[in-house]
């Protein structure tokens, strides 16, 4: 029983951000059909923001109503919706209308807000769902979320992007021959790329009604999950004391000690820069970098942003897996520390030196992935002629660097969601308006550099004519 409950928990937390994501990995196949061409991106980090009004109202409803809110029916419509948006972007993903003058890929743009409604609404519905269940479960979803961008990516590198070559076109109206990009077809089309989102959507939802029928002796009240965790904390301190009792000269100094751990570990400073970093990682990796991708990548190719794309999905879980256990092991690093601080009488002192390092080295790792960032944002502005263009060397270049960037301020915001969901749950409601403000601020400022100033410009591999 305990093997097929890990097996739907995993299987519910595909269907987290899988729809998403899954568009963000076929953009490089569809980028080309569609008429908003290489500034799709930047509509779709709008519209993703745009979303977040489904989590906010879920929220105000929990805070304002509570009890009120069914949060089985709301997960199960949330997942209906994403099933039925799936099946109907398979069926008319293609489709456009005139809008304004212009063609503009509504069908698309519409169902992608409704998705996009859907993974935004997950992230505040379906954990406190996984909370009804042992703590163990919860790690399995979160691996299932982690997968949900990494499958998609996975099936998106065995799809391919098909194979670009330049022909010699003849205009019938004025018989001047000039040359043409074609596109060959990949491995499977994307209808089928997003039929199997719908599939993906059905595995959870059907994971997810499952798991509604778990018996209840599988099932964990709120206030056990409150008081394990503190218990086991208290009577491992109470053990180390008792290992070692002429290092600790009385219960009050215990006590001093217990109450200095509960204290806020970091300086108003500190707690600045951490939600600065919040704010700043956010704002790079949800909407400023993503929404020029096509003007950093299609120069050097449909293969190029097609790797880009796909592998730096698949970063993402991998640094977020990365960072899950690599805290335990820092984590009984710092306990032994402090344990042998203990002794000496200078435990503020060692948890400050501690919590000033990580936010150093979180500090440098953010520097490291904004340099990666800016890399990918230079080589846009240069669009269609950027750096290296034409060479294997740009082409590795600008892959690995989308990885890298990708990767590192992943790892950054789940190590600063570690950090901070240690300082309660106020830290945490900041955190979260953090990463609205950054996301939201970051989307908003690219897409009128992108479709109105029209900063960026785009090219075409076999039209282009690039100095060399």
């Given at each position: 029983?305990?093997?097929?409950?890990?097996?739907?928990?995993?299987?519910?937390?595909?269907?987290?951000?899988?729809?998403?994501?899954?568009?963000?990995?076929?953009?490089?196949?569809?980028?080309?059909?569609?008429?908003?061409?290489?500034?799709?991106?930047?509509?779709?980090?709008?519209i993703?923001?745009?979303?977040?009004?489904?989590?906010?109202?879920?929220?105000?409803?929990?805070?304002?109503?509570?009890g009120?809110?069914?949060?089985?029916?709301?997960?199960?419509?949330i997942?209906?919706?994403?099933?039925?948006?799936?099946?109907?972007?398979?069926?008319?993903?293609?489709?456009?209308?005139?809008?304004?003058?212009?063609?503009?890929?509504t069908?698309f743009?519409?169902?992608?807000?409704?998705?996009?409604?859907?993974?935004?609404?997950?992230?505040?519905?379906?954990?406190?769902?996984?909370?009804?269940?042992?703590?163990?479960?919860?790690?399995?979803?979160?691996?299932?979320?982690?997968?949900?961008?990494?499958?998609?990516?996975?099936?998106?590198?065995?799809?391919?992007?098909?194979?670009?070559?330049?022909?010699?076109?003849t205009?019938?109206?004025?018989?001047?021959?000039?040359?043409?990009?074609q596109?060959?077809?990949?491995?499977?089309?994307?209808?089928?790329?997003?039929?199997?989102?719908?599939?993906m959507?059905?595995?959870?939802?059907?994971?997810?009604?499952?798991?509604?029928?778990?018996?209840?002796?599988?099932?964990?009240?709120?206030?056990?999950?409150?008081?394990?965790?503190?218990?086991?904390?208290?009577s491992?301190?109470?053990?180390?004391?008792?290992?070692h009792?002429e290092?600790?000269?009385?219960?009050?100094?215990?006590?001093?000690?217990?109450?200095?751990?509960?204290?806020?570990?970091?300086?108003?400073?500190?707690?600045?820069?951490i939600?600065?970093?919040?704010v700043?990682?956010?704002?790079?990796?949800?909407?400023?970098?993503?929404?020029?991708?096509?003007?950093?990548?299609?120069?050097?190719?449909?293969?190029?942003?097609?790797?880009?794309?796909?592998?730096?999905?698949?970063a993402?879980?991998?640094?977020?897996?990365?960072?899950?256990?690599?805290?335990k092991?820092?984590?009984?690093?710092?306990?032994?520390?402090?344990?042998?601080?203990?002794?000496?009488?200078?435990?503020t002192?060692?948890?400050?030196?501690?919590?000033?390092?990580?936010?150093?080295?979180?500090?440098?790792?953010c520097?490291?992935?904004?340099?990666?960032?800016?890399?990918?944002?230079?080589?846009?502005?240069?669009?269609?002629?950027?750096?290296?263009?034409?060479?294997?060397?740009?082409?590795?270049?600008?892959?690995?660097?989308?990885?890298?960037?990708?990767?590192?301020?992943?790892?950054?915001?789940?190590?600063?969601?570690?950090?901070?969901?240690?300082?309660?749950?106020?830290?945490?409601?900041?955190?979260?308006?953090?990463?609205?403000?950054g996301?939201?601020?970051?989307?908003?400022?690219?897409?009128?550099?992108?479709?109105?100033?029209?900063?960026?410009?785009?090219?075409?591999?076999?039209s282009?004519?690039c100095?060399?």
């Open positions: 029983m305990a093997l097929l409950v890990h097996l739907l928990s995993c299987s519910f937390g595909l269907g987290s951000w899988v729809a998403v994501n899954g568009l963000w990995v076929e953009l490089p196949l569809i980028v080309n059909q569609l008429p908003e061409g290489w500034d799709l991106p930047s509509y779709l980090t709008v993703i923001q745009l979303a977040n009004l489904g989590p906010l109202l879920a929220t105000l409803m929990q805070k304002l109503c509570p009120r809110l069914k949060e089985r029916a709301v997960i199960y419509t997942l209906v919706t994403g099933v039925v948006a799936c099946f109907l972007l398979a069926a008319f993903w293609a489709e456009t209308t005139v809008v304004g003058g212009a063609l503009h890929s069908a743009l519409i169902i992608t807000f409704f998705l996009s409604l859907v993974d935004c609404t997950s992230s505040v519905t379906f954990l406190p769902f996984m909370m009804q269940l042992p703590p163990k479960y919860i790690t399995t979803y979160f691996i299932g979320e982690g997968l949900s961008g990494f499958v998609p990516g996975l099936v998106a590198l065995g799809q391919g992007v098909g194979v670009t070559k330049c022909a010699n076109v205009q019938p109206s004025d018989n001047e021959t000039h040359m043409e990009t596109y060959l077809p990949p491995h499977f089309s994307p209808e089928v790329f997003f039929f199997f989102l719908a599939v959507m059905v595995v959870s939802l059907t994971a997810f009604t499952l798991l509604t029928r778990v018996p209840r002796t599988f099932q964990l009240s709120t206030e056990d999950l409150a008081c394990d965790p503190v218990a086991s904390v208290s491992g301190l109470d053990n180390l004391a008792t290992e009792p290092k600790h000269k009385s219960h009050s100094e215990w006590t001093r000690s217990r109450s200095l751990l509960a204290k806020p570990r970091y300086s108003g400073y500190q707690f600045g820069f939600y600065f970093l919040v700043w990682v956010n704002g790079l990796t949800n909407g400023l970098l993503p929404s020029v991708q096509t003007y950093s990548c299609m120069p050097y190719g449909d293969v190029a942003y097609h790797l880009s794309a796909a592998l730096s999905s698949m993402n879980p991998v640094a977020c897996v990365i960072a899950m256990f690599l805290p092991r820092v984590g009984d690093a710092q306990l032994g520390i402090t344990a042998h601080r203990f002794s000496c009488g200078s435990l002192l060692s948890i400050f030196v501690l919590c000033s390092r990580s936010l150093v080295s979180l500090g440098l790792l520097l490291g992935g904004t340099a990666f960032g800016a890399y990918n944002m230079a080589m846009a502005a240069l669009s269609p002629c950027p750096l290296l263009q034409g060479t294997v060397a740009g082409q590795t270049l600008i892959v690995l660097s989308w990885v890298f960037f990708v990767g590192a301020l992943s790892y950054v915001k789940v190590m600063v969601g570690v950090i901070l969901r240690d300082e309660g749950h106020s830290a945490l409601v900041w955190c979260g308006a953090a990463v609205q403000l996301s939201m601020a970051g989307a908003l400022t690219m897409f009128p550099l992108v479709n109105v100033y029209q900063l960026f410009q785009a090219g075409d591999t076999c282009t004519r100095p060399l």
